[in-house]
Nanobody
Framework: QVQLVESGGGLVQPGGSLRLSCAAS????????MGWYRQPPGKERELVAM???????NYADSVKGRFTISTDSAKNTVDLQMNNLKPDDTAVYYC?????????WGQGTQVTVST
């Protein structure tokens, strides 16, 4: 059993910043991937950023230069610093963790970018 606890979503004006956090616990032996996906209204879930073993990081083109992913292997946490937010960043953001043969998702946290 794996538990993921997300925090940090909310309402922010365009150009503002938010930081999302996700903590993994439980049966996470062998965890090698942590990151974030998002699902905008009426659209499919999409990659935001993923980190693998702290050595390989993938970002969606739309967030490069604005978002930064960071992980703490000792605490099993992954954070997403989001700067210069745009209305198109509005979505439910989901934490994702990858273990050998298993993938887990968080419950999702809403990020709304609006005036």
């Amino acid at each position: 059993q794996v538990q993921l606890v997300e925090s940090g979503g909310g309402l922010v004006q365009p150009g503002g910043s938010l930081r999302l956090s996700c903590a993994a616990s439980g049966s996470i032996f062998g965890l090698y991937g942590m990151g974030w996906y998002r699902q905008p209204p009426g659209k499919e879930r999409e990659l935001v950023a993923m980190d693998y073993d702290g050595q390989s990081t993938n970002y969606a083109d739309s967030v490069k230069g604005r978002f930064t992913i960071s992980t703490d292997s000792a605490k099993n946490t992954v954070d997403l610093q989001m700067n210069n937010l745009k209305p198109d960043d509005t979505a439910v953001y989901y934490c994702k963790v990858v273990l050998p043969g298993r993938t887990y998702w968080g419950q999702g946290t809403q990020v709304t970018v609006s005036t």
